[in-house]
């Protein structure tokens, strides 16, 4: 039993960052690979970023690749998505996520989920 709580949401400008945390429960946290995912309106939900127990892999989506860093402190029991170079099309409910064991870009495929968090990029 995992249970996700997840901050850091607004509104931005484009071209700003933001950073969002998802503090987990439980005591082993490291043993289970963590993801960020994000759901606009009308469109299905679709991963961004996964990180591995230890943090040592990481999966990044194209469309966020090298402005996304996802990372994890183990113990804080916290994982993080800083945003940078945010584009209106980043608009979204992002979500953190967690899967037992190995990494997985599909929604289906984990076990916990956060309440999501409102992410709005001004244009």
Same mark, same amino acid.
């Given at each position: 039993? !995992?249970?996700?709580?997840?901050?850091? +949401? #607004?509104?931005?400008?484009?071209?700003? &960052?933001?950073?969002?945390?998802?503090?987990? =429960?439980?005591?082993?946290?490291?043993?289970?690979?963590?993801?960020?995912?994000?759901?606009?309106?009308?469109?299905?939900?679709?991963? !961004?970023?996964?990180?591995?127990?230890? +943090? #040592?892999?990481?999966?990044?989506?194209? &469309?966020?690749?090298?402005?996304?860093?996802? =990372?994890?402190?183990?113990?804080?029991?916290?994982?993080?998505?800083?945003?940078?170079?945010?584009?209106?099309?980043?608009?979204?409910?992002?979500?953190?996520?967690?899967?037992? +064991?190995?990494?997985?870009?599909?929604?289906?495929?984990?076990?916990?989920?956060?309440?999501?968090?409102?992410?709005?990029?001004?244009?």
């Amino acid at each position: 039993q !995992v249970q996700l709580v997840e901050s850091g +949401g #607004g509104l931005v400008q484009a071209g700003g &960052s933001l950073i969002l945390s998802c503090a987990a =429960s439980g005591r082993t946290f490291s043993e289970y690979g963590m993801a960020w995912f994000r759901q606009a309106p009308g469109k299905e939900r679709d991963v !961004v970023a996964t990180i591995s127990g230890s +943090g #040592g892999t990481t999966y990044y989506a194209d &469309s966020v690749k090298g402005r996304f860093t996802i =990372s994890r402190d183990n113990a804080k029991n916290t994982v993080y998505l800083q945003m940078n170079s945010l584009k209106p099309e980043d608009t979204a409910v992002y979500y953190c996520a967690a899967r037992y +064991g190995r990494l997985s870009g599909y929604a289906d495929q984990y076990d916990y989920w956060g309440q999501g968090t409102q992410v709005t990029v001004s244009s």
